[in-house]
């Protein structure tokens, strides 16, 4: 502590002056009139300013000591911590606005819970860097040393070996689509991750939505022998939600129902009410397929966790489908649920809110 520090810690300068500039205010006024209206002797006259000067002085002084002292500390200790990038909670002792001072405190407490939350986002941008550079060399890995296999095997002469040349290149454009599909979706996930991609809430018609997607899926079920179906409901529901959005939890969905199916299985698409809240409705994607053990459960919408890796990659996954659905149902303030029996099949469910509530 200075030794400007120590001083003002001993006397308010703030009080001090106040009672100094009002003291010979008082002083001067008080004996002008005593001067004017009573006889009174020059050095009684200044017996008087004297002992005005210093009473007064000492009873500003003490008054404005207290009125801020208090404040004035509760505001340093504030500052102080913010500095030493510590925060408390300061909501509960926060004065009634006043005056200034209060003012002040109030302000300075605002601005201390901006800098805590601007701090822990930074921290968590950190963190999430290190731990999303750490993953993401992980599973690049696996297909750039693929890549680097078969084309090494085929300038080491295979180029010219019929049997395998054309599956050798096959294999490696199948790991440089999965190096395309990893991309786009890192970059999804980082931005979710990140806030940068904001969700554009609307109201929508979900069928829509539900229909689009199961037609661009049609195929490729149609394809693996994965039959889609849509359970009927009414067409006029609406729900608040940012369509295209909706649609990549979807998509996700039924993918995942499609990939870890079993031939002649189906995905049954279809909206419940949600027993909880009358204002909300369940979209549920529900499979027939390989399920998932329950030590697994939580896990899976951890980015790049795979229940069976090689089966997973086998299908071109990269670990980031649920993960994204995840990010996206608590953007839009929604729960994801998920429902799974080992061989038997899963069933996952979002809540959505509808726009048009039933009031009851
Ligand atoms: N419907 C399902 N039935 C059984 N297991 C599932 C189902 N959906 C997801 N899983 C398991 O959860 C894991 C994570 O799923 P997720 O969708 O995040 O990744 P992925 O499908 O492997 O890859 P992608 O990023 O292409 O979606 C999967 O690897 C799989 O093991
Ligand atoms: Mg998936």
Known sequence: MSLKEKKNKLLSPLSLRTALASAIFITLIFTATVHVIGEISWLQLIWLAVVLFVTSSLIVYTVTNRLHKERLKHLNTIVKNMTRKKFGDYDNDLPESSDELDLLIQRTV????????????????????????????????????????????????????????????????????????????????????????????????????????????????????????????????????????????????IENGMKYNKPGGYVEIGITDFKKSKEKLLLYVKDTGIGIDKNDLNRVTERFFRVDKSRSRDKGGTGLGLAIVKHIVEAHGEKLLIESQPELGSTFSITLTRSNPVLV
């Not at 996930?189 to 539900?210: A, F, H």
């Not at 899926?217 to 149609?222: I, P, S």
């Not at 609406?238 to 990549?248: A, F, M, P, S, Y």
């Open 110 to 253: 605002k601005a201390s819970d901006s800098v805590n939350k601007e701090l822990s986002r930074l921290n968590k941008i950190e963190n999430y860097r290190k731990e999303f550079i750490g993953d993401i060399s992980h599973e690049l890995k696996t297909p750039i040393f693929a890549i680097q296999g078969f084309v090494e095997t085929l300038l080491n002469g295979a180029i010219h070996d019929e049997n395998v040349n054309e599956l050798f290149l096959k294999k490696t454009m199948r790991n440089v689509n999965r190096l395309i599909f990893l991309t786009n979706d890192l970059m999804e996930i980082s931005r979710l991750e990140t806030g940068e991609m904001k969700s554009n809430i609307k109201d929508m018609y979900l069928r829509d939505v539900i229909l689009d997607v199961v037609e661009s899926l049609q195929y490729k079920g149609q394809k693996e022998d994965i039959e889609i179906r849509v359970k009927d409901f009414d067409k006029n529901i609406q729900i608040k939600g940012d369509r295209n959005q909706i649609k990549q939890i979807l998509t996700n969905l």
